[in-house]
């Protein structure tokens, strides 16, 4: 199994969920969070915004589900002029193991 991290503009979110959950993978948890990519934050006029909101959506997958979810991810998290900064990023970690709280159970 896979942990999916993907940290996206808030406006994306939205659209991001539905698709999601239309390509049957409804189970998410959605985090703010605050950022900032290599172009360093963003500056408007004199002043210098270093911490940029964002959101995270954190999701586990079984392995042979990552190609779809990373393209549903990236179809509609992406600006319409494509490329640009502050798009967000995609993290693809492996699990080890998932345990269910209430049962104590391995959930793998």
């Given at each position: 199994?896979l942990m999916?991290?993907?940290?996206?503009?808030?406006?994306?979110?939205?659209?991001?969920?539905?698709?999601?959950?239309?390509?049957?993978?409804?189970?998410?948890?959605?985090?703010?969070?605050?950022?900032?990519?290599?172009?360093?934050?963003?500056?408007?006029?004199?002043?210098?915004?270093?911490?940029?909101?964002?959101?995270?959506?954190?999701?586990?997958?079984?392995?042979?589900?990552?190609?779809?979810?990373?393209?549903?991810?990236?179809?509609?998290?992406?600006?319409?002029?494509?490329?640009?900064?502050?798009?967000?990023?995609?993290?693809?970690?492996?699990?080890?193991?998932?345990?269910?709280?209430?049962?104590?159970?391995?959930?793998?």
């Amino acid at each position: 199994m896979l942990m999916i991290k993907a940290i996206i503009r808030p406006d994306k979110v939205g659209i991001v969920l539905s698709e999601l959950s239309d390509g049957g993978f409804p189970a998410v948890t959605k985090m703010d969070v605050m950022g900032r990519g290599r172009q360093k934050g963003l500056k408007i006029g004199d002043v210098v915004y270093d911490e940029i909101p964002k959101e995270m959506l954190m999701m586990v997958v079984n392995d042979e589900d990552k190609d779809d979810v990373i393209k549903i991810i990236m179809r509609n998290a992406r600006t319409p002029q494509k490329a640009a900064f502050g798009d967000g990023k995609i993290f693809v970690s492996v699990v080890d193991e998932v345990y269910t709280i209430s049962s104590g159970n391995n959930a793998l």
